[in-house]
């Protein structure tokens, strides 16, 4: 339905068909606090996020999953190693240029609080264009609208909007600048099962109809199942690879990721 | 729970440090008030009883009263023979006889001008005079004088320099000695000059009379009995007072100038605290309301409301006493601070060390704790009303209070109403004074409806920075969201803004209906006044007569004042001459005549006449300070916009006045210049003419008519400073409430960042809403102020001929404060949200 009326821009970095790379992370390192105390959060992650795909990261608690889609979002500098998004190296960039390139060219939907509570539905959804300075695409607007199914919403806060509401309209501000990748950190997080697989079935039909390229950091096997591959972080680093992940393989990886881990530990 | 207080407060020592400043800024300037105040009286009783040290009674010629409008009465001389019957009465040790006056110290063809008197009297050494010789040695023969050290001093005169001393006449001194006054140098603003009794009788005019008998008595006797005695001997027609009574008195009369400035610093104290009060109420709901959870777990733990309640005003008590113990510190530089503040506006108070007496620190601390905590019970209240099962709840809504039910609408409604109709009533006829419970009951009621006007009125003046991009935009949802803050917060600066506009209209409008009625009836081509601020002019009646034989001069018409009692009152007449006074002035008279004067009369102003129900040939009585009770018959009843321009309402010719006032000097000798002599050269000519009185100021009609109501000017000026600091309160409130909501808003800050904003984007978000929050109390203030300015001016108008002036330039530079308070306020809040860490912001939950 989106690619009938709409179809991907021309001119974006993401071919449909080969799948190249949106996002590399090479050999990250990020550590917080010092000697003794000292965590290895990132311990030389290599990564590669194809165009046009849902990629779910999942790990235990402490794997390193959320400092890495913070590093890999810009909202988060790190101590070593590479992170190239499209032809850019974010390492390099500036405070202020980081702010830009989140601004411009991604999109990111949180477990909750997403929203502005003073700003209607609209008004979030446009924030990141209005911020730029640039006015919606009334089409593309249009048509984010009608697919969430927020036509009714669009004029309520975000305080008069259910859990599930209130995500959705995240999800189309993340959209609205079709930017070169979606960040989603636990977007169904809050809610419940019903409202949490509608939502994760937009985000893949986002991204196989509309080739949007999506990172969703989860560690609800069900969410990862709607992913077209799924990437186990433990102790900061890449562990496994699954493509086309189901429930009972995620599961399974994950089983096979504690042992090793724990033995590790001890 | 003390504990869990003292832990609370240490916790959040940021949130509470504006509000300690609040509690300390009101505090030290109640206290600062109440010092300044105390040391003044101290000073001034200090001043009055060293002078009268070593003496147990004087004598002096009767008067009806001591002293009108902190005037002390002239007396006329005791004849000579006075002393020697003195002297003679049993009980009586010594008699020093004194002869004292004005007179203006000359050095090196400059005149000594203070903001004080300009003494001049005959020497007593100890122990009869204060005065104890330093340098040099005492005057004993003509052409001698001593001077006080301090004056000495300043103007670099040593022992052996010639001065001059212009009384009716300029006599030539050589300083022979320098005194001291006491343990100081000096009397603080006066000049002091000692000659000989023999030289201060001569250059006073007195010929063998004098002043007043310094006395002492025998020991045998107590004060009292020889006060009895000396009554006994001389009976009605002298003055026998203790010299305790005398000091007194003095001390007194000095104090009562000081009134107003007691009045207005209490006022503006008042300010200070209501709005000090209205900011700690503010930031303690804002703290309660981040609160809720915690307090919800405490109350989950078994913590009754009670208890809550009392530890949240224990806080309030924690923070009232360590502000008002600060404020109270600091207080002491704060009354220096505010006396050099008064001296600018012409305001000259005695200078010396401050005086802190135990009732001003009760009192200073004890408003600082009541304030604040009065100003928690809110918070305390609705702290109580949290329930324990919202510690469970996930929501970390912004609270800003559920909306009222119709009752508490209607009720809420109700001090408005009240507000609205009383002034109303007011503009229809009612009595001015409900002015003033009708303008608490409006701005009360401003505050109850903001949560209903604010979103509209944030709407309205964030527009044009809505304009301006998304932080504008965002910045004007913020402020309209939570209105309950955002009016307390604005109703603080509203009111420290509102109380700006409106002394600047009812002052301005005073000023100008002075001026108008002024300018209207005196038509004088050139009007003489003294330069110093003296209450009943001071000019000599010499200057008149010089003016009056200049040839570029056709005529001169003297005004002299004076103070009678009226029943129970202190009233003010004029002295003028009918024969003259047409010439320079346009009166207008309803009934009888100007003329009728000369045969003792007095005319009254129109509305006094209609007050009094007085018409000519009534008689009333009026008390006099030389001659008591006199009935004076009503020949006249003069229009009262010209009774005005004349500054009294009473009017009498100036043979009656000579016949009851001891007091001979002009308060202004109006000018015609000749035919065909252009004004600049008839001033010129009566400047010439007016050297010898260097006090005398020569000024143009227009000149003379912009001059009245400088008293004004001068009370609005200083007022407006001390509201300034209102203000500077009011800017911590806004500084405080966005801090917290700074604080209170890490996730929507760190969401924005997230998605995009940038630094500079988010603190212009913050600096756009403080300059909201600002332009609303602008709106509201100027609004409020200028209104009830304006109803005052009407009601005023009723009795006085008065208009509303709108001075636009002083009401725009109100709005210009606002904005700026506004951007100040603004600051660090809008720097501390563009710091935040990102991902700590979007962590935090």
């Known amino acids: 339905m989106l690619t009938t009326t709409h179809p991907a821009p021309a001119a974006g970095p993401r071919p449909a068909t080969t799948p190249a790379p949106a996002a590399v992370a090479s050999g990250v390192v990020k550590t917080y606090g010092h000697g003794t105390t000292e965590v290895r959060a990132l311990d030389g992650v290599d990564l590669t996020i194809s165009a046009g795909q849902l990629t779910a990261v999942m790990g235990p608690s402490g794997s390193g999953k959320s400092t890495l889609m913070h590093a890999m979002a810009g909202l988060d500098a790190v101590d070593a190693g590479s992170i190239r998004l499209g032809g850019t190296e974010l390492t390099d960039l500036s405070e202020k240029q980081r702010t830009l390139l989140r601004r411009e060219r991604l999109g990111f939907v949180f477990q909750s609080f997403n929203l502005v509570p003073s700003l209607t539905a609209a008004e979030n959804i446009a924030l990141p264009l209005r911020l730029a300075g640039r006015t919606p695409d009334g089409l593309w607007l249009e048509e984010l609208v009608t697919t969430l199914g927020l036509q009714d919403r669009l004029t309520h806060r975000p305080s008069e909007l259910s859990g599930g509401q209130q995500q959705r309209v995240a999800v189309a501000r993340a959209l609205v600048t079709r930017p070169e990748i979606v960040f989603a950190d636990e977007p169904t997080g809050n809610l419940d099962s019903r409202h949490g697989q509608a939502l994760l079935a937009f985000l893949q039909r986002a991204a196989r109809e509309l080739g949007q390229t999506v990172v969703m950091v989860t560690h609800d096997p069900t969410a990862a199942s709607y992913a077209d591959r799924v990437v186990f972080l433990a102790d900061g680093r890449a562990a496994n690879d699954l493509t086309d992940p189901t429930v009972p393989t995620v599961l399974a990886t994950m089983a096979g990721l504690e042992q090793p881990a724990s033995r590790a530990e001890a | ?845």
């Open chain 2, 1 to 845: 729970m003390w504990h869990l207080t003292l832990r609370n407060v240490m916790a959040h020592r940021g949130r509470f440090a504006l509000t300690l400043l609040a509690v300390v800024l009101a505090v030290t300037f109640v206290s600062g008030s109440l010092m300044l105040t105390d040391t003044s009286a101290r000073l001034l009783e200090d001043q009055f009883t060293t002078a009268a040290a070593g003496v147990d009674l004087t004598v002096r010629d009767a008067a009806t009263f001591d002293q009108a409008m902190g005037v002390e009465v002239d007396r006329d001389p005791l004849p000579a023979h006075v002393i020697e019957r003195v002297r003679g009465l049993e009980g009586v040790a010594d008699v020093r006889p004194v002869a004292d006056g004005q007179g203006l110290l000359e050095v090196d063809g400059e005149a000594v001008v203070p903001t004080g008197a300009s003494m001049l009297s005959s020497y007593s050494p100890e122990p009869f005079g204060a005065f104890a010789i330093r340098e040099g040695r005492a005057p004993v023969a003509e052409g001698e004088v001593v001077l006080d050290l301090a004056t000495a001093g300043q103007t670099g005169v040593e022992v052996g320099d010639r001065v001059d001393v212009l009384t009716e006449s300029r006599t030539e001194l050589q300083v022979v000695g320098l005194a001291g006054f006491g343990d100081g140098d000096g009397i603080p603003g006066a000049t002091v000059t000692l000659v000989s009794l023999a030289e201060a009788q001569k250059m006073l005019d007195l010929g063998d009379g004098v002043s007043e008998l310094l006395v002492t008595t025998t020991r045998d006797r107590t004060v009292e009995e020889v006060i009895a005695a000396v009554r006994g001997d001389l009976g009605d027609d002298y003055a026998v007072t203790s010299a305790q009574d005398a000091a007194d008195a003095g001390a007194a009369a000095a104090q009562e100038q000081l009134g107003s400035l007691d009045m207005v610093l209490t006022a503006m104290s008042a300010a200070a605290l209501v709005v000090g009060a209205l900011l700690i109420a503010n930031t303690f709901a804002i703290v309660t309301s981040q609160r809720r959870r915690e307090i919800a777990l405490v109350r989950a733990a078994g913590a009754t409301a009670g208890q809550v309640t009392r530890a949240v005003l224990a806080e309030a008590l924690l923070i009232g006493a360590l502000g008002a113990v600060l404020g109270t510190g600091l207080g002491i530089l704060a009354a220096d601070g505010l006396r050099v503040l008064a001296s600018g506006f012409g305001m000259e108070l005695p200078q010396g060390r401050a005086t802190v007496t135990g009732s001003t620190v009760a009192v200073s601390i004890a408003v600082g704790m009541l304030v604040t905590v009065v100003a928690a019970v809110g918070a305390a209240r609705r702290a109580a009303h949290v329930a324990p099962v919202e510690a469970l709840r996930s929501s970390v809504d912004l609270v800003d209070g559920a909306a009222p039910s119709r009752r508490h609408r209607v009720a809420r409604a109700l001090p408005l109403a009240l507000g609205v109709t009383g002034v109303a009533a007011v503009v229809a006829g009612a009595p001015a004074l409900l002015l003033v419970p009708a303008a608490l009951a409006t701005v009360v009621g401003v505050a109850l409806q903001g949560p209903a006007l604010t979103p509209v009125l944030a709407r309205a003046v964030g527009a044009p920075l809505a304009r301006s991009g998304v932080p504008g935009q965002l910045a004007r949802q913020s402020a309209a969201r939570a209105p309950r803050r955002t009016t307390s917060t604005a109703m603080a600066l509203a009111l420290g803004l509102a109380l700006i506009a409106f002394m600047t209209v009812v002052a301005t409008s005073l000023k100008d209906g002075l001026s108008g009625s002024y300018r209207e009836t005196v038509t004088a081509d050139l009007v003489v006044e003294s330069s110093r601020a003296e209450m009943l002019g001071g000019l000599s009646p010499q200057a008149a007569e010089r003016v009056a034989d200049l040839s570029q001069v056709q005529g001169v018409s003297r005004v002299q004042y004076g103070h009678w009692i009226d029943g129970e009152q202190t009233n003010a007449l004029a002295a003028i001459d009918p024969e003259t006074l047409p010439m320079v002035a346009d009166l207008d008279l309803l009934a009888g005549s100007l003329d009728a004067l000369t045969g003792g009369g007095v005319v009254v102003a129109d509305s006094v006449a209609e007050e009094r129900d007085l018409q000519v040939g009534d008689v009333v009585t009026m008390t006099f300070s030389l001659t008591g009770d006199q009935d004076l018959e009503i020949v006249g009843v003069l229009d009262s916009l010209d009774a005005q321009a004349l500054s009294t309402s009473w009017l009498v010719s100036l043979e009656t006045y000579a016949r009851h006032f001891t007091e001979d000097v002009d308060a202004a000798v109006m000018v015609r210049a000749a035919d065909g002599i252009p004004v600049e050269q008839a001033q010129a000519a009566v400047r010439e003419a007016l050297a010898d009185h260097p006090t005398a100021d020569v000024r143009d009609q227009a000149t003379a008519a912009a001059a009245r109501g400088a008293t004004v000017q001068q009370v609005l000026g200083l007022v407006t400073v001390l509201l300034v600091l209102t203000v500077l309160i009011a800017m911590l409130g806004i500084t405080n409430s966005l801090a917290l909501s700074v604080a209170e808003r890490t996730r929507e800050i760190g969401l924005l960042r997230a998605v995009g904003t940038s630094r500079r984007q988010v603190r212009s978000m913050i600096q756009s809403e403080a300059v909201i929050v600002a332009a609303l109390a602008g709106l509201l203030g100027l609004a409020l102020g200028t209104g009830m300015g304006a109803v005052t001016v009407t009601a005023l108008a009723r009795t006085a001929p008065l208009a509303i002036t709108l001075p636009a330039g002083q009401l725009a530079a109100v709005a210009l404060v606002a904005l700026g308070a506004g951007v100040v306020a603004g600051l660090a809040p809008a720097r501390r949200a563009a710091r935040m860490d990102v991902l700590e912001a979007i962590a935090t939950h």
